[in-house]
């Protein structure tokens, strides 16, 4: 159980275009979603925590403008990438974590590579 | 405020000799542990956790963690490691929460290196 998934695994996109991750739990429901990016060799950064039906949270240095996220279900959030250029590409990790448990499930990651 | 350092940021292990991840934290308040491992281009998979109770804590594929309050340490071991073992973990810290979630800080990560 408690299943997360990351749509797409990877992507290529050229600069300047929009990109769109989604973020699924599969067989429960988050209340809480998190986005992390990683890049090559470092830790995971928190980018924005989301609750479903409420803005997100965005820690301090994250552009929301060009990050947008949206958790409109209980199952599905989604981080666009507006604008992208070379240096957003990076390794993007979401994670969803279910009401009175703590505890994080991580999915996949999504590879974006801006060219 | 909270941190995360692990010593290391890569070790090497032969197959079937100890494995010892260090792992120091600092918090303010009474934290909550984390170990967790990341295969390559893949997410994070929960090792283990230490939140109250008994301070060594027993984990998936044969870890364990011991938190030392006084040393402010939860370093991860196993006996012997497997090839399988290879990858990245990350050590991780929250505050104990009474209420409501708390943000989680990872460390930098250690990439284990297990010699055949």
């Known amino acids: 159980g408690a299943v997360v998934s990351q749509h797409p695994s990877w992507v290529i996109c050229k600069s300047g275009t929009s990109v769109k991750i989604e973020c699924r739990s599969l067989d429960f429901q988050a209340t809480t979603m998190f986005w992390y990016r990683q890049f090559p060799k470092q830790s995971l950064m928190l980018m924005a925590t989301?609750?479903?039906?409420?803005?997100?949270?965005?820690e301090q240095g994250v552009e929301k403008d060009k990050f947008l996220i949206n958790h409109a279900s209980l199952t599905l959030s989604t981080l666009t990438v507006t604008s992208a250029h070379p240096e957003d590409s990076s390794f993007y990790i979401c994670?969803?974590?279910?009401?009175?448990?703590?505890?994080?499930?991580f999915g996949p990651g999504t590879r974006l590579t801006v060219t | 405020a909270q941190s995360v350092t692990q010593l290391g940021s890569h070790v090497s292990v032969s197959e079937g000799a100890l494995v010892l991840l260090r792992c120091n934290y600092s918090s303010s308040v009474p934290p909550y542990l984390f170990w967790y491992v990341q295969y390559p281009n893949q997410g994070l998979q929960l090792l283990l956790k230490?939140?109250?109770?008994?301070?060594l804590v027993k984990g998936i594929n044969g870890f364990e963690a011991e938190f030392k309050k006084s040393e402010t340490s939860f370093h991860l071991t196993k006996p012997s490691a497997h090839m399988s073992d290879a990858a990245e973990y990350f050590c991780?810290?929250?505050?104990?929460?009474?209420?409501?979630?708390?943000?989680?800080?990872f460390g930098t990560g250690t990439k284990l290196q297990v010699i055949p």
């Open positions: 994670s969803a974590r279910i009401t009175g448990i703590y505890e994080q499930y």
């Open positions: 991780a810290v929250s505050p104990a929460h009474s209420g409501g979630y708390q943000k989680v800080t």
């Open positions: 989301s609750n479903e039906g409420s803005k997100a949270t965005y």
């Open positions: 230490y939140t109250t109770g008994a301070t």
